[in-house]
């Protein structure tokens, strides 16, 4: 099975423009989860979606937003840049079964730098 | 709320010593524990995952973690380093939500170096 693919792998972006990443998750798996990675803050949650709905949110603002289609892709998008947005974007898919611990398998990520 | 506590940013071990990586928890639910690695320029890899049902977790590449609910923690441990061993390593929490498991909460990482 082909794993977690995510695009573009690295880009470059100015302040105040936007930016759309795209993950395609293992398939079979229907929830996506989005993290960001710093050197300073780590690595932060940012949003989990299953069957198109987000279903959990982490403490980031509202210029960070997602969407998943019914093939369980996912993009996210982050609107008027900033310096700070530069990070490291992972996405995780799992399959999602009850009463079990769901491992997450990661992509490899978007390298995101903001000038 | 849930936390994770990662003690020492960075740990250096000969090759074939032992590996130990500290990892303390938070959580107010029976909590769901994973180590993952980072090598260089890629993703997250699950090393172990505990899910209460058993507390000696094995891995892969020989690694292993056992969950002690006195103690709060979930120590990484591999008995003799490699020099593929060399990366970056996260212990992560995440809490049992009727199933929603999407949102785990990592800790800030302890870089490992393996010295010849």
């Known amino acids: 099975k082909a794993g977690v693919t995510q695009t573009p792998r690295y880009l470059i972006k100015t302040r105040g423009q936007q930016v759309t990443l795209s993950c395609s998750p293992i398939s079979g798996h229907r929830s996506v989860s989005w993290y960001q990675q710093t050197p300073g803050q780590g690595l932060q949650f940012l949003f989990e979606y299953f069957s198109e709905t987000q279903r959990n949110k982490g403490n980031f603002p509202g210029r960070f937003s997602g969407r998943q289609f019914s093939n369980s892709r996912s993009e996210m998008n982050v609107s008027t840049l900033e310096l700070g947005d530069s990070a490291l974007y992972l996405c995780?898919?799992?399959?999602?079964?009850?009463?079990?611990?769901?491992?997450?398998?990661f992509g490899p990520g978007t390298r995101l730098t903001v000038l | 709320a849930q936390s994770v506590t990662q003690l020492g940013s960075h740990v250096s071990v000969s090759e074939g010593a032992l590996v130990l990586l500290r990892c303390n928890y938070s959580s107010s639910v029976p909590p769901y524990l994973f180590w993952y690695v980072q090598y260089p320029n890629q993703g997250l890899q699950l090393l172990l995952k505990?899910?209460?049902?058993?507390?000696l977790v094995k891995g892969i590449n020989d690694f292993e973690a056992e969950f002690k609910k006195s103690e709060t923690s979930f120590h990484l441990t591999k008995p003799s380093a490699h020099m593929s061993d060399a990366a970056e390593y996260f212990c992560?929490?995440?809490?049992?939500?009727?199933?929603?498991?999407?949102?785990?909460?990592f800790g800030k990482g302890t870089k490992l170096s393996v010295k010849p």
């Open positions: 505990y899910t209460s049902a058993a507390t």
């Open positions: 995780a898919s799992s399959l999602v079964t009850s009463g079990t611990a769901d491992t997450q398998y």
């Open positions: 992560a929490v995440s809490a049992n939500y009727g199933g929603s498991q999407g949102n785990l909460i």
